[in-house]
């Protein structure tokens, strides 16, 4: 027996004059997207993210295939929308969600994420980063030129290396783990990153476990804390009544094993 619990916010910031991020709750999906682009394109590309992830089947839990698919298809109609109106030009998206899914016959959750919003896990009074940014920043910490803490505040940290609305297609990561024991998952767009570090983000979930306020929370501290970009954020709770229960160190939760490479 699952229960899921969410809540969500979003703040167009203290600079922005648009808020280009857009966002999905729905029963077991959970999606957060980061548009770009001139004036209006880029709430333009987010929304289309979101509203071909809406369209993926409910009831059953879908395939993992079935939300690349919806991710892919996603990436197409950007595409499309570009080519029916010049001024659309260049629009892009970031993406990244959570789902329910059906995987080897049991109920799993399905990690994805295309460009630099993140989706996290707290559990145990560990915060966990899932996904991997696709951004200049993110190559250069892996390459070791630059360390994390260099990269928070570097200049081009901006600058995604994978996005939707691109041709060819990019590459979809994918991490697929089983339901287990009691998580919660932070999914957020760089807005809440940029201006609250991870231990302060820690820090939140741990202080209020209720979703809507922990949502609240974070995106009054990322706008507290300077507000430079739109701030979307998306908490979710699960607690499993037959799922073994993470240690104090959330060490007996499973550990995301990726299924799609870079
Ligand atoms: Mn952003």
Do not use: K
């Not at 659309?88 to 969600?97: E, N």
Request: glycine content about 10%.
């Amino acid at each position: 027996m699952l229960t899921i619990a969410s809540g969500q916010a979003t703040s167009i910031g203290r600079v922005r004059t648009v808020n280009q991020d857009s966002l999905l709750v729905r029963s077991g999906l959970f999606v957060v997207a980061d548009g770009m682009g001139g004036h209006v394109a880029g709430e333009v590309a987010s929304r289309i993210a979101v509203e071909s992830l809406e369209r993926v089947q409910q009831g059953m839990n879908p395939a993992q295939s079935d939300v690349i698919a919806a991710v892919e298809q996603a990436n197409a109609d950007i595409l499309r929308a570009t080519v029916a109106d010049p001024e659309l030009a260049g629009m892009g998206t970031t993406v990244t969600g959570l789902a329910r899914v059906a995987f080897a016959g049991s109920d799993h959750w399905l990690v994805f994420n295309v460009g630099d919003s993140r989706v996290y896990r707290y559990a145990g009074g560990h915060i966990e980063r899932l996904t991997i940014d696709h951004s200049e920043v993110e190559e250069l910490v892996a390459a070791g030129e630059i360390t994390r803490e260099e990269a928070a505040h570097h200049p081009q940290s901006n600058i995604v290396t994978r996005s939707l609305g691109s041709e060819p297609a990019p590459q979809v990561d994918a991490w697929v783990f089983p339901v287990e024991g009691s998580d919660t998952f932070l999914l957020c767009s760089d807005g809440l990153t940029r201006e609250v570090d991870e231990p302060s983000i820690a820090a939140i979930l741990e202080a209020d476990p209720e979703p809507q306020r922990a949502a609240d929370s974070l995106v009054r501290a990322a706008v507290e804390a300077g507000g430079s970009d739109n701030v979307t954020v998306i908490v979710v709770t699960v607690q499993s009544a037959d799922g073994v229960p993470s240690g104090p160190n959330g060490d007996t939760a499973p550990r995301p094993t990726r299924s799609v490479g870079r």
